[in-house]
């Protein structure tokens, strides 16, 4: 019952954290397009790693300096919408998952297997 109300939390809080990025004025995070791809906060609500993805992936490194820079105001707007009785500290990371599925699904377009001929014609 408790990662089902954890993982509830987690959806809110990457909610609000995507409505709050689209008003944010610093320059670096609006420089590239960013979306959150998954929460995941601690049993004890202390801490919620935030993973990340640019669309531009050399702006990353100055957009995760933006969003740590941010953290204090988006951490105090997270504690005003959600009511919650420890507001998390927000702990930012890249998520490279995007980029390592595109890489797979690469190699995979390269790879050269030959279709069976017995099959081709027993399904069709």
């Known amino acids: 019952m408790a990662s089902n109300r954890l993982g509830r939390?987690?959806?809110?809080i990457q909610r609000e954290l995507a409505q709050l990025?689209?008003?944010?004025k610093d320059p670096r995070v609006q420089k590239t397009m960013i979306s959150i791809?998954?929460?995941e906060t601690t049993p004890d609500l202390?801490?919620?790693?935030?993973?990340?993805?640019f669309l531009d992936k050399t702006c990353a490194k100055e957009g995760l300096k933006g969003?740590?820079?941010?953290?204090?105001?988006?951490?105090?707007?997270?504690?005003?919408?959600?009511?919650?009785r420890y507001t998390p500290e927000l702990v930012w990371a890249e998520d490279d998952s995007i980029?390592?599925?595109?890489?797979?699904m690469d190699i995979?377009?390269?790879?050269?297997?030959p279709e069976d001929e017995d099959e081709a014609t027993d399904n069709g």
């Open 46 to 53: 202390r801490y919620a790693k935030v993973y990340v993805s």
């Open 9 to 12: 939390i987690n959806e809110e």
């Open 37 to 39: 791809t998954r929460v």
């Open 21 to 24: 990025l689209r008003g944010l």
């Open 67 to 84: 969003l740590k820079s941010a953290g204090g105001y988006l951490r105090r707007e997270i504690g005003s919408r959600l009511q919650l």
């Open 108 to 113: 995979l377009a390269t790879l050269d297997i």
């Open 99 to 104: 980029t390592h599925a595109a890489h797979i």
